[in-house]
């Protein structure tokens, strides 16, 4: 369902997700993430400043 409406968002530009984000998580990688819980859109995280910094880094699930 998550992969539907992350490709409904694409497709349609106008259609966009009203992020709804869970609690901050560490990847493998050590980096530091939010997910959106609608769309699956991953922005980084930084626990100093505790807020999101820049454009989101992953899609789909896998860091770009």
């Known amino acids: ?15 966009r997700c009203s992020h709804r ?3 901050p998580q ?3 990688d050590g980096q530091d993430y939010q997910v959106c ?3 699956g859109v991953r922005y980084r995280y930084d626990w100093d400043a505790m807020r999101q ?5 992953v899609q789909s699930g896998a860091w770009t």
């Open 21 to 23: 984000f869970s609690w």
């Open 53 to 57: 910094v820049g454009k989101p880094k």
């Open 1 to 15: 369902m998550i992969a539907l409406l992350a490709l409904v968002y694409k497709v349609v530009p106008f259609l």
């Open 26 to 28: 560490t990847g493998a």
């Open 37 to 39: 819980l609608r769309c």
